[in-house]
């Protein structure tokens, strides 16, 4: 089989560059990336947060968490304060200028996304999803 023409070279190719399209758009306007994007985003779904739950919630490492966790405290998105229970694990939470920007840079990548899929029709998009519904199922069974 040639892998270039495989599924999963197409999936993988997809997120590839609708990631670095969204990555441009986000730096553009708003002066941060993606994935500080998506720690805003485990913070807006999970508040007062750890470190730990957002690396499980975005699986990512911690580390790679982590980075990202520093410049965003710098840029005053995000605060970390130690755990009184746990003097190693810091609880992590937006700031308002990590909620304006989480807001903002959401309705980009909404906006973004819209271009990027709309040559997909609705009904074709839903039966997709359910698709990869079942197939992510699957995969945390495991």
Not at 8 to 37: N, V
Not at 63 to 83: C, F, M, N, P, Q
């Amino acid at each position: 089989m040639d892998w270039s023409k495989s599924f999963m070279y197409q999936i993988h190719q997809t997120y590839f560059f609708a990631q670095k399209r969204l990555e441009h758009e986000l730096l553009l306007a708003k002066g941060i990336s993606f994935s500080q994007f998506l720690i805003l985003l485990g913070l807006k779904c999970k508040e007062s947060s750890s470190q730990t739950e957002i690396a499980d919630f975005l699986y990512l490492t911690e580390a790679t968490v982590s980075r990202h966790i520093t410049a965003l405290e710098k840029g005053k998105y995000l605060t970390r304060k130690e755990d009184p229970n746990n003097r190693r694990k810091h609880i992590l939470g937006l700031t308002p200028k990590g909620l304006k920007a989480f807001t903002s840079a959401h309705k980009i990548i909404e906006d973004e996304l819209k271009d990027i899929f709309g040559p997909i029709p609705k009904k074709d998009r839903a039966l997709i999803g359910e698709a990869f519904e079942r197939v992510l199922a699957k995969l945390l069974k495991k």
